[in-house]
């Protein structure tokens, strides 16, 4: 069984991520047969993971191994992603830095909402997996602020999100399932 990790990298107070990453849960589940994969998700704002570099508390330093253990457990992610700044969350890239050989050989999709749907932030992070040892699949969601929530801050996804959801999921899962093999 692949076991997939859904990954909320932003950890602002009100954040959008949470509904866009409850709506990739249900829908990855749908879209799979639970015989063959599972999904959980982990929320970064569960982590409380210090700057990198800097020395961590008793705390923190059990949060890093909590995260290094959590994201080490998973064949494949699904990166659900804000974009700040044109790029990818700082708390975010900041606890990718804490991990490297939980990632070798592993898969990754992209999901992102913002202005333009986290395209800029996504295009960032395929850089950042790149060096991480992740493949990264060719469809990512792009959800905007502007169509996909009204107000800016209500969920309210446009149908043909599921279909590239599916696409997605199909391709991670390829991947996840083909790089377990040389793990």
Do not use: C
Request: proline share 2%.
């Amino acid at each position: 069984m692949l076991k997939i990790g859904i990954i909320l990298g932003s950890v602002r107070e009100g954040r959008n991520g949470l509904a866009v990453s409850h709506w990739t849960l249900e829908k990855s589940k749908a879209f799979s047969n639970e015989n063959e994969v599972s999904y959980e998700l982990v929320d970064l704002a569960d982590y409380n993971l210090p700057f990198l570099g800097v020395a961590p508390t008793s705390e923190q330093a059990t949060a890093i191994t909590k995260w290094s253990e959590k994201i080490a457990s998973f064949d494949g992610y699904i990166f659900i992603t804000a974009e700040y700044n044109h790029g990818v969350a700082g708390a975010f890239k900041n606890a990718l830095d804490f991990l490297k050989p939980e990632f070798k050989d592993k898969a990754v999709a992209f999901i992102g909402y913002g202005g333009l749907g986290a395209a800029r932030s996504i295009e960032n992070l395929r850089m950042i997996v790149a060096e991480l040892g992740l493949a990264s699949t060719q469809r990512n969601v792009n959800f905007s602020l502007i169509t996909d929530f009204e107000k800016m801050s209500n969920f309210t996804p446009a149908q043909f999100h599921e279909s590239e959801l599916k696409e997605l999921i199909q391709q991670l899962t390829a991947w996840s399932g083909a790089l377990k093999t040389i793990r």
